[in-house]
């Protein structure tokens, strides 16, 4: 009975990594597209995703970057989510104007606030923003994002990755602003040579090795099991030498 035993352990514990929750270290902050065009205005989409199963997400803040004067900005509404833009003035430029458009032009938003809203666990909200005039010179922009939880925690997307270092914890949504011209001239990369399919699963990363180990083990449960059943089955009801095969399966089953 110990192979029974030992089979009958292994199969609960792939059962149990199959089922467990994903993790959600996954689910970051992030914007999108990642990519924009020099001296250009764009549509960016905000992707704030609810990571607690215990808490709401109640407010979020985008903080702009500093490096970037981005004069202009409207905001697609959100239901249930009231959203506050705040300025600074520029450098150089009048305090004052009798021109609504010129006063706006003056000024470059430093960040905006969503609050008033939920966001459930499981659940995730989009916050569409255009923007621009995008910065003439190539470079990235880096929006920190604040994260505000309805028991008061606030989780800080405000890492910025560095070259050859690990992936941050708490990575802050980026866009990479380049010119038009380096986009349509670079060229194609050549096509990697297609990887065999065990190469694509040996290096799964996160829940995919979790599920991994636990079909492995689910498997081998299973072939120890049936070799277990089966050396049983020899022991108990052994067939003489000579005797056919089909006599030898009808006896197996009489035995059950």
Same mark, same amino acid.
């Given at each position: 009975?110990?192979?029974?035993? /030992?089979?009958? =352990?292994?199969?609960?514990?792939?059962?149990?990594?199959?089922?467990?929750?994903?993790?959600?270290? *996954?689910?970051?902050?992030?914007?999108?597209?990642?990519?924009?065009? !020099?001296?250009?205005?764009? +549509?960016?989409?905000?992707?704030?995703?609810?990571?607690?199963?215990?808490?709401?997400? $109640?407010? /979020?803040?985008?903080?702009?970057?500093?490096?970037?004067?981005? $004069?202009?900005?409207?905001?697609?509404? /959100?239901?249930?989510?009231?959203? $506050?833009?705040?300025?600074?003035?520029?450098?150089?430029?009048?305090?004052?104007?009798?021109?609504? #458009?010129?006063?706006?032009?003056?000024?470059?938003? $430093? %960040?905006?606030? *969503?609050? %008033?809203?939920?966001?459930?666990? @499981?659940?995730?909200?989009?916050?569409?923003?255009?923007?621009?005039?995008?910065?003439?010179?190539?470079?990235?922009?880096?929006?920190?994002?604040?994260? +505000?939880?309805?028991?008061?925690? /606030?989780?800080?997307?405000? #890492?910025?990755?560095?070259?050859?270092?690990?992936?941050?914890?708490?990575? =802050?949504?980026?866009?990479?602003?380049?010119?038009?011209?380096?986009?349509?001239?670079?060229?194609?990369?050549?096509?990697?040579?297609?990887?065999?399919?065990?190469?694509?699963?040996?290096?799964?990363?996160?829940?995919?090795?979790?599920?991994?180990?636990? *079909?492995? @083990?689910?498997?081998?449960? =299973?072939?120890?099991?049936?070799?277990?059943?089966?050396?049983?089955?020899?022991?108990? !009801?052994?067939?003489?030498?000579? =005797?056919?095969?089909?006599?030898?399966?009808?006896?197996?089953?009489?035995?059950?």
């Amino acid at each position: 009975m110990k192979p029974i035993r /030992v089979v009958a =352990a292994t199969l609960v514990a792939g059962v149990a990594v199959l089922l467990a929750p994903t993790s959600p270290a *996954w689910a970051h902050v992030t914007v999108s597209p990642s990519v924009a065009t !020099t001296g250009g205005y764009g +549509t960016f989409a905000f992707k704030v995703p609810d990571e607690r199963a215990d808490a709401k997400t $109640t407010r /979020v803040e985008v903080v702009f970057p500093e490096n970037a004067q981005l $004069t202009s900005v409207s905001l697609r509404p /959100v239901p249930g989510w009231k959203a $506050t833009v705040a300025t600074r003035q520029l450098p150089n430029a009048a305090s004052a104007g009798h021109d609504d #458009d010129e006063e706006a032009a003056n000024k470059a938003v $430093t %960040g905006i606030v *969503w609050e %008033g809203g939920a966001i459930k666990p @499981g659940e995730f909200q989009l916050f569409e923003v255009s923007l621009g005039p995008l910065p003439t010179t190539p470079g990235r922009l880096v929006f920190k994002a604040l994260q +505000t939880y309805s028991d008061g925690e /606030v989780v800080r997307w405000i #890492d910025i990755p560095e070259a050859g270092a690990p992936r941050p914890e708490h990575p =802050a949504p980026m866009i990479d602003v380049k010119p038009v011209d380096a986009q349509a001239a670079a060229p194609a990369a050549p096509a990697a040579p297609a990887a065999p399919a065990a190469a694509a699963v040996a290096t799964p990363t996160g829940d995919g090795v979790a599920r991994l180990l636990g *079909w492995a @083990g689910l498997a081998l449960g =299973a072939l120890a099991l049936l070799t277990a059943a089966a050396t049983g089955l020899r022991r108990r !009801t052994p067939a003489p030498a000579s =005797a056919p095969l089909a006599e030898a399966d009808t006896a197996a089953r009489l035995s059950r």
